[in-house]
């Protein structure tokens, strides 16, 4: 929801530039919804981890939220340098490095055979999987495709899984039907 009020859908395209929906550092701390371990082990269960596979068991430590919180502020570095077509520091790189050594084990239910997370899926766990989808984003076959909302006022960040590679905007509900709209009332004060 924005601060008008109203209700859009924003698919981000990417967990680590999800991740970045849950709050962070300065003016983003309003938003912020990892006020508790748990409160952020549930907003887990609803992203897009779980639309690979469903996240049933998520424990995440104070420790862990720390880590995931740190790790977050870092994408509020990283992810705007990549839309800006610049590289990130040295140090964000290290930290995205760092983090990467454990991600959720996906196993087969043997018995409906459907894929799961092997349960408990830890904060550590969950770190790494961020921390990997980011680092995709910075280099290899998915870089170069972050982006920002083209609307002046919009600085939302997605990774554009277009064919083309050019989506503009955040979301068409959103920036891009206020941008058709304005566009259509310039010609017609123009005809
Ligand atoms: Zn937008």
Request: aromatic fraction near 6%; include cysteine.
């Amino acid at each position: 929801m924005n601060a008008q009020g109203e209700r859009y859908r924003f698919d981000p395209g990417s967990l680590s530039l999800e991740l970045m929906l849950t709050g962070g550092p300065g003016p983003y701390e309003r938003y912020e919804i990892a006020h508790t371990p748990s409160g952020l082990a549930e907003w887990f269960t609803g992203s897009r981890l779980a639309l690979t596979a469903p996240l049933t068991d998520v424990r995440i430590r104070p420790s862990e939220l720390a880590a995931l919180k740190e790790l977050r502020d870092a994408l509020y570095r990283v992810a705007p340098a990549l839309a800006r077509g610049e590289a990130p520091s040295e140090e964000d790189l290290v930290l995205l490095n760092d983090a990467t050594a454990a991600t959720p084990r996906p196993v087969i239910d043997p018995e409906t055979r459907r894929l799961t997370w092997a349960p408990p899926v830890t904060g550590k766990q969950l770190l790494g999987a961020v921390a990997r989808d980011a680092i995709g984003l910075v280099a290899g076959e998915r870089s170069g495709r972050v982006r920002e909302c083209s609307a002046d006022d919009c600085h939302l960040l997605f990774f554009d899984t277009s064919r083309s590679g050019n989506r503009r905007w955040c979301s068409m509900e959103r920036c891009g039907n206020r941008a058709k709209i304005r566009a259509y009332r310039a010609r017609a004060e123009t005809a």
